[in-house]
């Protein structure tokens, strides 16, 4: 029969002393490891209270699905305090990110058409494309300085660049000059903004929201000024957007050919109050950074350690460049392992440690009683290196993406249904697009085989420098 929820295994009798533990294990960068631990422990399922929050954690495909199910029809995961402290503070809008209910939902239906739906792949692929051949011109010019044929760095902020450079672009339909070799000091601001942003975010995760400004007063100042940096930043391009849309309808026409960018065409449509369209511009601003380029570099780095792969993938590549014969979009859907490649990376490296929804009906997983209002975890981190779920987990295998064996909630990094990720259309073919460049371009190697782990800064980060080798083939 099944059991009752107040049988469940796990710490959440006594919150405090949770949290206590927490700080003791170094749990603020050790999230992802606690939960691999408390799954060796306690099984597939267990309950936990960490100081304010109480959650029900799942590791299994099967249990997610059923999590999923139970969503209802306005999705909601964990409400991330302070960067809801820092809007109600400021008085700003929400964006798709931190609405809910009714409000979130016709938000997102409009998004959805600009950023997420299929057909808008079209729009993106030629501004992204460029900015991915502005990216290896650069990486040549720096080759031919070092006067070496090649190039060693560490690649993060290079990669940062790469990534606003490609959010900014389909957002604005105009580029910001990011790969060139001065970049306006703003842009660089505004990086490091959302990276202190992130980091901080952290110690101020499980405190509840009222006692935030008291507590940690200098986190939360750093916080505070960080989503400044984000938020004038992001004022500034809209401004420019909006003006330039406002002289060109008094002076004619708009060009009818170019496609003018998801703001423009926000704006146009005219179904979202601008502050509405600020919000989540902003949002799909800051999202696009720390993002795709983390997921590149840990992607380069698992390359660099298997070169039979590498060569692999740069076949597919070439051959689908040939077979496609300069049609940029067909390539992209002859490249499927590279595509594997991806989901690869995010199985061993998710960004995100967990996925969340609180329940709107009562379940049972793993035959237990789990209430409707429950807020329920997936382990993403942990489920992508169980040896239960995955055959091998420590070595990367694009090409298990491709077996017929099953896939069922198994990948699941940009989340699942209709509050998956808003940038993920976006950050899959910058992602695409940028590897294919990169392996028509140059071979990477690594430079050390030292062991990078992951370490949780909010998003799930590389614990040391990624240091690579560059050359061309
Ligand atoms: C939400 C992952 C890139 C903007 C999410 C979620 C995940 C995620 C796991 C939560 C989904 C859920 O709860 O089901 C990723 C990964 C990325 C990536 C792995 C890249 C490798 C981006 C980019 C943008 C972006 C490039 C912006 C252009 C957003 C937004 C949401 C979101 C706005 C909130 C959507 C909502 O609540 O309706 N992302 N993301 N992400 N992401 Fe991403
Ligand atoms: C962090 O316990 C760990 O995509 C918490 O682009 C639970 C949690 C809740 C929401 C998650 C967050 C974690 C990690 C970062 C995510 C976020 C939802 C969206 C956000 C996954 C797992 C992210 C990085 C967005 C951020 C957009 C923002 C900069 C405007």
Not at 88 to 95: A, I, K, P, S
Not at 345 to 351: E, F, G, I, M, Q
Not at 364 to 393: C, D, E, K, W
Not at 450 to 463: A, G, H, Q, Y
Request: glycine share 6%; hydrophobic share 40%; charged share 25%.
């Amino acid at each position: 029969s099944v059991r009752p929820f107040k049988e469940l295994p796990g710490p959440w009798k006594n919150g405090l002393a949770t949290l206590y533990n927490f700080w003791k294990q170094d749990g603020l960068r050790n999230l992802h490891n606690i939960m691999v631990n408390n799954f060796n422990t306690f099984g597939p399922i267990y309950r936990e209270k960490i100081g304010y929050y109480e959650s029900v954690n799942i590791i299994y495909p099967e249990d997610a699905a059923i999590l999923f199910k139970a969503e209802g029809h306005y999705p909601q995961r964990l409400r991330v305090e302070p960067w809801v402290a820092y809007r109600d503070f400021r008085h700003r809008e929400y964006g798709v990110l931190l609405k809910e209910g009714e409000d979130w939902r016709s938000n997102r239906v409009v998004l959805n058409k600009e950023v997420i739906a299929p057909k808008v792949q079209g729009n993106f692929v030629p501004l992204l494309d460029e900015v991915g051949q502005d990216f290896v011109a650069r990486v040549f010019k720096k080759i031919e300085r070092s006067g070496q044929n090649k190039w060693t760095i560490d690649l993060h902020h290079e990669l940062f660049k790469y990534a606003l450079e490609s959010v900014g672009s389909v957002l604005y339909g105009e580029r910001f000059g990011l790969l060139q070799d001065h970049i306006d000091p703003e842009a660089k601001r505004f990086i490091d903004a959302i990276t202190v942003m992130f980091k901080t975010t952290t110690p101020m995760l499980y405190i509840p929201p009222g006692l935030l400004r008291r507590v940690g007063s200098r986190v939360w100042r750093e916080h505070m000024e960080a989503w400044d940096v984000i938020f004038n930043q992001a004022d500034r391009c809209i401004q420019n957007i909006y003006r330039q849309l406002r002289r060109a309808r008094k002076d004619e026409p708009v060009d009818q050919e170019k496609y003018p960018g998801v703001l423009a065409n926000l704006l146009m449509l005219d179904k979202l109050s601008i502050e509405d369209i600020k919000a989540s511009v902003t949002e799909l601003m800051a999202g696009g950074v720390d993002t795709t380029s983390t997921t590149l570099l840990w992607t380069l780095y698992e390359l660099s350690r298997s070169p039979d792969l590498q060569e692999e993938l740069r076949a597919e590549v070439l051959s689908a460049r040939h077979s496609s014969q300069g049609d940029t979009l067909l390539m992209l859907k002859r490249v499927p392992l590279l595509k594997a490649a991806i989901k690869e990376t995010l199985r061993l490296h998710p960004v995100a440690v967990s996925l969340q929804r609180y329940i709107t009906e009562d379940i049972v997983m793993q035959n237990y009683q789990i209430p409707a209002g429950t807020l329920v975890q997936l382990g993403l981190y942990a489920m992508g290196r169980s040896h239960r779920i995955f055959p091998h987990p420590e070595s990367y295998q694009p090409s298990r993406w491709l077996r017929s064996e099953s896939h069922y909630f198994r990948s699941l990094g940009f989340g699942f249904g209709p509050r998956q990720c808003l940038g993920r259309r976006i950050a899959e073919t910058e992602m695409q697009l940028f590897l294919i460049h990169m392996l028509e371009n140059f071979r990477i190697e690594r430079q050390n085989k030292v062991k990078v782990r992951s370490t949780f800064e909010l998003i799930l980060v590389p614990d040391k420098p990624i240091v690579l080798t560059i050359r061309p083939l």
